[in-house]
């Protein structure tokens, strides 16, 4: 199976950063505050692979920097420190070594992502298909005629109603727009997407709607995903690994269902625990 992401020592520090900022955080000092110079260590030394057609899921609880991840791989942030390189066919791409416009490239057309607030990923000011358009014009598919094709097609993949193709996104229900935010993330058939809590505070039958509908796109477009959650029911249902985060580390990884069965950590211990 090929590779598609490898990430190694990923590091994000906010704030000044001191020579004592990793010593003095993480789950064994139940913190990621630095009480030297105020800093807070969102992640530290993060490393993981990614193939195609894998969903890796990232679970922990606020505040343990899984969030975090995706933002740095999505050029939302830059991290303090770490590498990443994404496999595209034959070439790949030293991620955090590129300049602005090659970063912007790659997020426009070889990266989706779907946030957990869809305002994040969608704009309001035009209609649901106008978000697609947006996105599809960016690509070499420039014909208008096109565009609003593959924009049917990408509405009625995820279920939208094509009546409603020139609605405003605000006229639509948190799942609806969720689904018009991943119809916009597969708008270019990126190899890599990022789901970052997607289904919170969407009703349970909504949920299970969407987190079918991401296995389905999984499945036929053998798109590689990482999906951070908090919610084990999705880690269970969409990953087949995991890794655990507490205060910005990884504390444990391996096969969903072995973390899931027989954690190994006592704070994995206690989250499956609770989730029973």
Known sequence: MNKVLEVRGLSKIYGP????????????????????????????????????GEILGVMGESGSGKSTVVKNLYFDQMPSSGEATFFDADKQHDLFCLNAARQRWLRNHRFGMVYQNPHLGLNFNISAGGNIAERLLMSDLMDYGQIRERAKALLARTEVLLSRMDDLPGNFSGGMQQRVQ??????????????DEVTTGLDLSVQARILDLILEIQQELKTAMVVVTHDLGVIRLLAGRAIVMKYGRIIESGLTDQILEDPQHAYTQRLVASAL
């Open 182 to 195: 991943i119809a916009k993330a597969l708008a270019t058939q990126p190899p890599l997407l990022y789901l």
């Open 17 to 52: 950063g001191c020579a004592s900022c990793v010593e003095s955080t993480g789950p064994e000092k139940e913190t990621n505050l630095c009480p030297h110079c105020g800093s807070v260590v969102a992640l530290h030394d993060v490393s993981f692979d990614l193939h195609e």
